[in-house]
């Protein structure tokens, strides 16, 4: 399942609880340009701090 449109920590946790694995929204980040991407994604201090719910490793999720 993926959940597109998650704004804040608290749709994120719910939709984590309802068994949602797959997540897209301004809660994670705004649009980014293709460096600004590549920049985000290979911060995973940021990234493990915004998946903490999730007990997968954030470089496993990064396969998904």
């Given at each position: 399942m993926?959940a597109?449109g998650?704004?804040?920590?608290a749709e994120?946790?719910?939709?984590?609880?309802?068994g949602c694995?797959?997540?897209q929204g301004?809660?994670?980040?705004?649009?980014?340009d293709?460096?600004a991407?590549?920049a985000f994604?290979?911060?995973?201090?940021?990234?493990a701090?915004?998946l903490?719910?999730i007990?997968?490793?954030?470089s496993?999720?990064?396969?998904?």
């Amino acid at each position: 399942m993926l959940a597109e449109g998650v704004e804040t920590a608290a749709e994120y946790s719910w939709l984590n609880a309802q068994g949602c694995r797959h997540f897209q929204g301004y809660y994670f980040a705004r649009p980014l340009d293709p460096a600004a991407f590549r920049a985000f994604v290979q911060d995973e201090r940021h990234l493990a701090g915004l998946l903490a719910p999730i007990s997968v490793p954030v470089s496993e999720r990064l396969r998904a």
